[in-house]
């Protein structure tokens, strides 16, 4: 069974530019979350995708935007990055919607860093 | 609303101390309640989980208990080791929505 793979696992960026982040899912999961780690803090929701469609964002403004393919891998896209963006951005699958009894299952997450 | 609070740490033990990192939440209904783990330089990984009220998650001599009444989901270990240093994440799913929600995390160092 191959786990959730992220690339790349490092980038170094300047502020304004823009960022595209990669998600392939567990072999079988169909939803993939977005979730933005910053230092010493918990992870917080971006956003959802299921059945190649957003099923649910955060509190994140729209310059954060993404897509879900056909195979269920995902992509992250950041605009006009801030300083504030430097983080751990982790992508976890799950089968079917997070409902109450689901749990993600976490890549290793890609460490963007904006200068 | 919804959230979860944790311990603060860092959290620095001998090896083979008792552990306990403090996890407490908020919400409408019944999540269930997950504990994870980072490594250092690595994603979270499920440590354990409880999907209902009395229910005991379980895993590598970690143990925490969903409790209804106190709104808490504890987690101890009776003997850790240096190997179980690492990054501790509370965290509870969504009721409605998709959204899980994290505690900050407890840092626990284990010294030989």
């Known amino acids: 069974e191959t786990g959730v793979t992220q690339s790349p696992t490092h980038l170094i960026k300047t502020r304004g530019q823009q960022v595209t982040l990669r998600c392939s899912s567990q072999?079988?999961?169909?939803?993939v979350s977005w979730y933005q780690q910053a230092l010493g803090q918990g992870p917080q929701f971006i956003f959802q995708?299921?059945?190649?469609?957003?099923?649910g964002r955060g509190n994140f403004p729209p310059r954060f935007s993404g897509l879900q393919f056909p195979n269920y891998s995902s992509e992250l896209n950041v605009n006009a990055l801030e300083l504030d963006d430097s983080a751990l951005y982790l992508c976890?699958?799950?089968?079917?919607?997070?409902?109450?009894?689901?749990?993600?299952?976490f890549g290793e997450g890609s460490r963007l860093t904006v200068l | 609303g919804n959230s979860v609070t944790q311990m603060e740490g860092p959290v620095t033990l001998s090896e083979e101390a008792f552990l306990t990192i403090n996890c407490t939440y908020t919400?409408?209904?019944?999540?269930?309640l997950f504990w994870y783990v980072q490594y250092p330089g690595e994603g979270l990984q499920l440590l354990l989980k409880?999907?209902?009220?009395?229910d005991k998650g379980s895993n590598k001599g970690f143990e925490a208990t969903y409790r209804k009444e106190t709104t808490s989901f504890h987690l101890e270990k009776g003997s850790v080791q240096v190997s179980d240093s690492a990054v501790y994440f509370c965290?509870?799913?969504?009721?409605?929505?998709?959204?899980?929600?994290f505690g900050t995390g407890t840092s626990l160092t284990v010294i030989p």
């Open positions: 072999s079988g999961h169909n939803t």
């Open positions: 965290a509870r799913s969504p009721n409605t929505g998709n959204q899980f929600y």
């Open positions: 995708y299921y059945r190649e469609e957003e099923n």
């Open positions: 976890a699958s799950s089968i079917g919607l997070a409902g109450v009894i689901g749990e993600l299952f």
């Open positions: 919400a409408t209904g019944y999540p269930s």
């Open positions: 409880a999907t209902k009220a009395d």
